[in-house]
């Protein structure tokens, strides 16, 4: 963006028409750098919007991070309770199984007693009732034992299949 040395210098033998000539070459000039100078603020202005966008995405990316991370430590303490629950009602059905192995070693150690041989073996009228109420129990305590330890295994599934869904919901 330089002027011409020789448009500048002006001596008091140029004639007007030389002067409105070389005014004329000077409006020329002006209007040029004018427009130089109105091209170059709307690249200001244009590069001005870009880092305002930029910065704008740049937050909505660390913000998006941020959720994404509270998500992932939402999974996390989902994915540990799940997990300790998983080991809870392992140890539970664990426990039940062993008791009812036990119950029918002991069934089968003591020979095979039908509920009708203990309720026959009664001595008298009371005594027959309560084997009658000894028999229900048992009967009753046995099929609860293997109904909670189905139950439990059932559970152990479910959550396990929840377990997985959310791992697969955290590597997302």
Same mark, same amino acid.
């Given at each position: 963006f330089y002027?011409?040395?020789d448009v500048n210098k002006v001596t008091a033998e140029d004639s007007i028409s030389e002067l409105e000539q070389k005014q004329a070459e000077l409006k020329k000039k002006s209007e040029e750098y004018q427009k130089i100078l109105d091209e170059t603020n709307d690249e200001i202005a244009k590069t001005k919007e870009y880092q305002k966008s930029l910065l704008g995405k740049v937050q909505t990316v660390n913000e998006e991070i941020v959720v994404s991370q509270e998500k992932i430590n939402e999974?996390?303490?989902?994915?540990?309770?799940?997990?300790?629950?998983i080991n809870q009602l392992n140890k539970d059905i664990e426990?039940?199984?062993?008791?009812?192995?036990?119950?029918?070693?002991?069934?089968?150690?003591? !020979?095979?007693?039908?509920?009708? @041989?203990?309720?026959? !073996?009664?001595?008298?009228?009371s005594d027959f009732l309560d084997k009658v109420e000894l028999v229900r129990n048992v009967s009753n305590y046995d099929e609860k034992?293997?109904?909670?330890? @189905?139950?439990d295994m059932d559970a152990v599934k479910a959550e396990k299949k929840e377990l997985q869904s959310d791992k697969k919901d955290q590597e997302k």
């Open positions: 002027l011409h040395t999974l996390d303490k989902k994915i540990q309770s799940k997990t300790k629950k426990d039940r199984t062993n008791t009812l192995r036990k119950r029918i070693k002991t069934i089968y150690m003591s !020979g095979d007693v039908s509920s009708l @041989e203990i309720i026959l !073996g009664a001595k008298d009228f034992l293997i109904n909670d330890i @189905e139950s």
